[in-house]
């Protein structure tokens, strides 16, 4: 019996990767899909998303979230990822 997955991400290119091995793993039920800001804009993030699951030909929802951190200040993805 495959075991639910929520995935929340950014999907850049490396969460892109991940997505895919998640939609066709035969043990992984990808149940949803959340994209926050983080290394990309949370516009691109969501769209890197639903192109993904398109690819996969997999019918999981995609949910826009935050478009920045809920607390703190947020950092450019250069910051972060050099």
């Known amino acids: 019996m495959p075991r639910p997955f929520l995935i929340d991400t950014d999907t850049a290119s490396d969460d892109a990767v991940a997505l895919i091995m998640a939609l066709r793993a035969p043990d992984v039920r ?3 899909i959340t994209t926050v800001a983080g290394n990309v804009e949370v516009d691109q993030a969501t769209r890197n998303a639903l192109y993904t699951v398109e690819l996969c030909d997999a ?6 979230g935050a478009a920045k951190p809920l607390t703190r ?9 050099g």
């Open 73 to 81: 200040t947020p950092l450019g993805s250069m910051v972060l990822t």
């Open 59 to 64: 019918e999981v929802p995609v949910f826009r």
């Open 30 to 32: 990808v149940v949803a």
